[in-house]
């Protein structure tokens, strides 16, 4: 990587262009690796707030402040000597000045430049896309706006183009703010990128369950307005029309690649700005990172990819030229509308000699599908309104856990056998990866537990594990668990701080008595204001807090104020 520094010389300019979470994850590796003793940094962020957790964004809607979501102890960049631009992006680059221009017209000159420059929604060319009330969900400020618009008298009703990942989290947003809630999506079935067709009808029946209504194989041509300017519809080519005071487009997203373009760094035929695995671009001092880069032909969406690629970035900054980025796992695991949704390894079957096991459980509402190959091995899987044993299937498909003689097991519930039974955190290998997002393994979690770590909480403190997109969470806490059962210390079986009893016996208790929100549960059974609204302390480390009560009101009373 060219721009390294001459440890005689002053130090050399490094500027990151973006300061969403990758762009951060890279200056926080460069503060762990020592790169502030080797590069003079500054760094550019389009928006006014420093970077934020963008995966809880939902969380905003039930009462999460942005300081909460914030990544950035406040002073963090002046303690350590970074010169933040925020609110201000950058314009232009001039590579054979090696300067940039930002949009205030500051110009600085870099010896090595890193682009974390992002994604923006896609919002397909349709006609009336420009009207009032239509909306794209990708930071704080769309929220904002999407909250503002729900409160006007005449809307009752909102729409979601795409059932992916994104759109269903705005689908949830909506529910939340109290609006009829429609998703439209395009192919056959929901997230098609994660789902085979069961799977994504399983996650269609929990999701209507709800009241959410969901159109597939529905594509729609034009966004209809009313004599103000105001959205008031959608247009289908072979289906009525559906009134909609409110849309929101999340119909996918695309690589900000446009400085790169003007600058004429080379960029895939459908963007992306090209990568080898050093994550350098065609010019040898700058760099791309996250979802703007295009690596092995593949943009990489998660965020664990994009943090690996950070960290490999930062290690070659400080002098690691053997750090290289070959791919990412990109498995994901979370909840949508209340349903556990996991898709991981080879989930589709595709590779050869690939085979598929099935558990349909239509009475419960759960499907799981795990992928094996000939001798057994577990390569992927999925799975809809159950995913405890995801972070068990994962293991066995990284290699890290070896899968029990009959695979099957893995798919049976809990009171059968499952995945707990048929292996566990103890027979993982102190190698083993726990945090994908940032790279926690079993032996760091169980040397914190050593050092005096108790709860789950200190566990996420003291080694980062969970606060990226939390999917490892019930993984690490088995683990702790573990640990201390084999130190001889007392385990405690409550399901988390806020709850002292085992999730079993939440789950008894919310069907027995018919609670059907996390308030109700909260408010008759809980303690403080519940494990979601207060991750983010595990996040920030200081990044600000609101206490219960806020003067924000909640979007169900926004809704039962007009």
Same mark, same amino acid.
């Given at each position: $990587?060219? !721009?390294?520094?001459?440890?005689?010389?002053?130090?050399?300019?490094?500027?990151?262009?973006?300061?969403?979470?990758?762009?951060?994850?890279?200056?926080?590796?460069? #503060?762990?690796?020592?790169?502030?003793?080797? /590069?003079?940094?500054?760094?550019?962020?389009?928006?006014?707030?420093?970077?934020?957790?963008?995966?809880?964004?939902?969380?905003?809607?039930?009462?999460?402040?942005?300081?909460?979501?914030?990544?950035?102890?406040?002073?963090?960049?002046?303690?350590?000597?970074?010169?933040?631009?925020?609110?201000?992006?950058?314009?232009?680059?001039?590579?054979?000045?090696?300067? &940039?221009?930002?949009?205030?017209?500051?110009?600085?000159?870099?010896?090595?430049?890193?682009?974390?420059?992002?994604?923006?929604?896609?919002?397909?060319?349709?006609?009336?896309?420009?009207?009032?009330?239509?909306?794209?969900?990708?930071?704080?400020?769309?929220?904002?706006?999407?909250?503002? /618009?729900?409160?006007?008298?005449?809307?009752?009703?909102?729409?979601?183009?795409?059932?992916?990942?994104?759109?269903?989290?705005? =689908?949830? =947003?909506?529910?939340?703010?109290?609006?009829?809630?429609?998703?439209?999506?395009?192919?056959?079935?929901?997230?098609?990128?994660? +789902?085979?067709?069961? !799977?994504?009808?399983?996650?269609?029946?929990?999701?209507?369950?709800?009241?959410?209504?969901?159109?597939?194989?529905?594509?729609?041509?034009? &966004?209809?307005?009313?004599?103000?300017?105001?959205?008031?519809?959608?247009?289908?080519?072979?289906?009525?029309?559906?009134?909609?005071?409110?849309?929101?487009?999340?119909?996918?997203?695309?690589?900000?690649?446009? +400085?790169?373009?003007?600058?004429?760094?080379?960029?895939?035929?459908?963007?992306?700005?090209?990568?080898?695995?050093? +994550? &350098?671009?065609?010019?040898?001092?700058?760099?791309?990172?996250?979802?703007?880069?295009?690596?092995?032909?593949?943009?990489?969406?998660?965020?664990?990819?994009?943090?690996?690629?950070?960290?490999?970035?930062?290690?070659?900054?400080?002098?690691?030229?053997?750090?290289?980025?070959?791919?990412?796992? $990109?498995?994901?695991?979370?909840?949508?509308?209340?349903?556990?949704?996991?898709?991981?390894?080879?989930?589709?079957?595709?590779?050869?000699?690939?085979?598929?096991?099935?558990?349909?459980?239509?009475?419960?509402?759960?499907?799981?599908?795990? #992928?094996?190959?000939?001798? !057994?091995?577990?390569?992927?899987?999925?799975?809809?309104?159950?995913?405890?044993?995801?972070?068990?299937?994962?293991?066995?498909?990284?290699?890290?856990?070896?899968?029990?003689?009959?695979? %099957?097991? +893995?798919?049976?519930?809990?009171?059968?056998?499952?995945?707990?039974?048929?292996?566990?955190?103890?027979?993982?290998?102190?190698?083993?990866?726990?945090?994908?997002?940032?790279? &926690?393994?079993?032996?760091?979690?169980?040397?914190?537990?050593?050092?005096?770590?108790?709860?789950?909480?200190?566990?996420?403190? %003291?080694?980062?594990? !969970?606060?990226?997109?939390?999917?490892? #969470?019930?993984?690490?806490?088995?683990?702790?668990?573990?640990?201390?059962?084999?130190?001889?210390?007392? #385990?405690?079986?409550?399901?988390?701080?806020?709850?002292?009893?085992?999730?079993?016996?939440?789950?008894?208790?919310?069907?027995?008595?018919?609670?059907?929100?996390?308030?109700?549960?909260?408010?008759?059974?809980?303690?403080? $204001?519940?494990?979601?609204?207060?991750?983010?302390?595990?996040?920030?480390?200081?990044?600000?807090?609101?206490?219960?009560?806020?003067?924000?009101?909640?979007?169900?009373?926004?809704?039962?104020?007009?």
């Amino acid at each position: $990587m060219k !721009g390294e520094p001459d440890p005689l010389a002053a130090k050399p300019k490094l500027i990151v262009v973006g300061n969403g979470m990758v762009g951060h994850k890279l200056l926080a590796s460069l #503060v762990d690796e020592g790169g502030l003793d080797r /590069w003079d940094v500054t760094v550019f962020g389009e928006e006014p707030r420093a970077a934020y957790d963008r995966v809880a964004l939902s969380s905003w809607f039930t009462g999460t402040t942005a300081d909460e979501l914030s990544l950035v102890p406040p002073g963090y960049y002046g303690e350590h000597g970074i010169e933040a631009h925020l609110g201000d992006k950058v314009a232009a680059i001039d590579r054979s000045q090696r300067t &940039v221009v930002s949009a205030s017209g500051d110009e600085l000159r870099y010896d090595h430049l890193v682009l974390v420059t992002g994604s923006y929604p896609f919002v397909p060319p349709v006609p009336g896309t420009d009207a009032e009330g239509v909306f794209v969900y990708r930071i704080i400020e769309d929220l904002e706006a999407i909250a503002a /618009w729900a409160d006007r008298a005449h809307v009752s009703r909102g729409a979601v183009i795409g059932g992916g990942l994104l759109g269903l989290e705005a =689908a949830n =947003a909506l529910k939340a703010l109290g609006l009829e809630t429609h998703v439209l999506e395009f192919a056959p079935r929901l997230m098609p990128m994660q +789902l085979d067709d069961r !799977g994504g009808a399983m996650l269609q029946r929990h999701i209507e369950g709800l009241g959410v209504h969901v159109h597939t194989s529905r594509g729609a041509t034009q &966004v209809l307005a009313d004599a103000d300017g105001q959205a008031c519809g959608l247009r289908f080519e072979e289906h009525d029309d559906l009134d909609a005071e409110l849309v929101v487009f999340s119909a996918g997203i695309r690589p900000r690649d446009e +400085l790169a373009r003007h600058c004429e760094l080379e960029v895939g035929e459908r963007g992306g700005i090209v990568v080898d695995d050093s +994550l &350098v671009t065609s010019d040898p001092h700058i760099s791309a990172i996250g979802e703007v880069a295009l690596h092995g032909g593949r943009i990489y969406g998660l965020v664990a990819p994009g943090y690996e690629m950070a960290r490999v970035v930062a290690r070659r900054l400080t002098g690691d030229t053997e750090a290289s980025f070959t791919g990412a796992d $990109m498995s994901t695991k979370l909840k949508l509308l209340g349903a556990d949704v996991a898709s991981f390894g080879d989930a589709f079957a595709r590779g050869d000699g690939a085979r598929e096991l099935v558990w349909d459980d239509p009475v419960n509402a759960v499907y799981k599908k795990l #992928v094996v190959s000939e001798a !057994g091995d577990v390569l992927g899987g999925m799975l809809v309104g159950d995913a405890s044993a995801y972070s068990t299937m994962m293991s066995m498909t990284r290699g890290d856990l070896a899968a029990p003689p009959d695979p %099957a097991q +893995l798919l049976l519930p809990a009171s059968d056998g499952s995945a707990s039974a048929a292996s566990g955190v103890g027979a993982l290998s102190d190698g083993a990866l726990i945090c994908s997002c940032n790279s &926690v393994t079993k032996g760091t979690i169980c040397s914190a537990v050593d050092d005096g770590c108790r709860t789950i909480g200190e566990v996420k403190a %003291a080694t980062t594990a !969970g606060t990226g997109c939390g999917g490892c #969470v019930p993984l690490a806490t088995d683990l702790l668990k573990h640990q201390l059962a084999a130190s001889g210390l007392e #385990v405690d079986n409550n399901l988390c701080e806020h709850f002292a009893m085992s999730r079993q016996d939440l789950y008894s208790l919310i069907r027995v008595r018919g609670y059907t929100t996390f308030s109700e549960v909260l408010d008759e059974h809980g303690t403080g $204001m519940g494990s979601a609204r207060e991750s983010s302390s595990y996040r920030t480390s200081g990044g600000g807090s609101s206490a219960p009560g806020s003067s924000r009101a909640t979007p169900t009373a926004r809704r039962s104020e007009r």
